[in-house]
Structure formats: structure tokens, C-alpha cells
């Protein structure tokens, strides 16, 4: 399975961000939208990544206020990204690896989309649901009597 496979399931909606808005306007986008993330644009080019975990950073660095600071101050100007034929079990080795819960999927300079670590779950569990039901499948019409073939049988 295929980053490209998870987003044409997910959708193209994608909420992006100024690095020189205020981030309490962009908390304002996340909380209105209910979303994690906001992909930080400047000039058409991904230059970094706002999620909770930076807003938190910075509340704590700030002693528990936001106050006036941009978004520039609080993203993460070096974000994980992937492509859409990145293979599924290497971007979850990926976000495991640097505990990412969003990652920007690029194709050359232009965005694509963002996948959560949610998406990949489902899209594992999803995976794995089909699989189940086909081996289920498979087996519920063994061919009877034919013994060879039987799980166990010996040859």
C-alpha cells in the first residue's frame, strides 16, 4: 500500500498557514476545523509544520500563554515529509522514528496532502479487515475430500 492510496480515500482538504500569522489565529483555524495540523505555506513552499505538540512547546516556553507570538516561532521548520509512492510500512516506520502524528506528502515542491498517523492506522486495520475476510473466504470453500491439499496434510 501507497501513501497515494490513503489520500485518494482521505480527500484533498488541506488547511495550511502564514508563518507570520499570529499563532493564535491559527489555534483559532484548528479549533474552528478540528484538525491537528496546519501545514505552514509561504510564497507556494512548505516551510514548516504547526501541529499541538509545538503549540504546547511554546505555551510551556512562554509560561503558559501564547501572547503575540507568530507561527513562525512555534512550527517546526524542518518537517517529515513523504512522497506518494512512499511504500506504507516505511512511513510508519518513519513517524515511529521521530514521533510524527502528521506528515506533509510532497511531489516535487508541490503539497499533496497531509496524512495522519490515524490514516495510517486505518489504513492498516482496513488492510487487514479485507485480508481476514478473503482468507475467510478462502477457506469457508476449501474443496472437500480432496486430502493433499488440507492444512496439515502431509505430502
Not at 501507497?2 to 479549533?31: H, W
Not at 505555506?41 to 509560561?63: A, C, K, W, Y
Not at 491439499?149 to 502431509?154: D, K
Request: hydrophobic letters at 40%.
Amino acid at each position: 500500500m501507497k501513501v497515494s492510496d490513503i489520500l485518494r480515500v482521505k480527500g484533498s482538504t488541506l488547511y495550511t498557514t502564514n508563518p507570520d500569522e499570529a499563532l493564535s489565529q491559527a489555534l483559532d483555524l484548528m479549533a474552528e476545523k478540528d484538525i491537528g495540523s496546519l501545514v505552514v505555506m509561504e510564497h507556494g513552499d512548505l516551510v514548516g509544520m504547526l501541529t499541538f505538540r509545538e503549540v504546547i512547546q511554546t505555551i510551556v516556553s512562554n509560561g503558559g500563554s501564547i501572547g503575540s507570538t507568530s507561527v513562525r516561532r512555534a512550527m517546526d521548520d524542518a518537517p517529515l515529509t513523504c512522497t506518494m509512492a512512499t511504500d506504507m510500512d516505511e512511513v510508519r516506520r518513519m513517524m515511529l522514528d521521530r514521533h510524527a502524528r502528521y506528515m506533509p506528502v510532497m511531489d516535487g515542491g508541490m503539497l499533496m496532502g497531509v496524512i495522519s498517523f490515524y490514516d495510517v492506522a486505518r489504513a492498516v486495520v482496513d488492510s487487514q479487515n479485507f485480508e481476514n475476510k478473503m482468507l475467510k473466504a478462502y477457506i469457508r470453500d476449501w474443496p472437500e475430500g480432496d486430502e493433499s491439499t488440507e492444512p496439515g496434510a502431509s505430502i
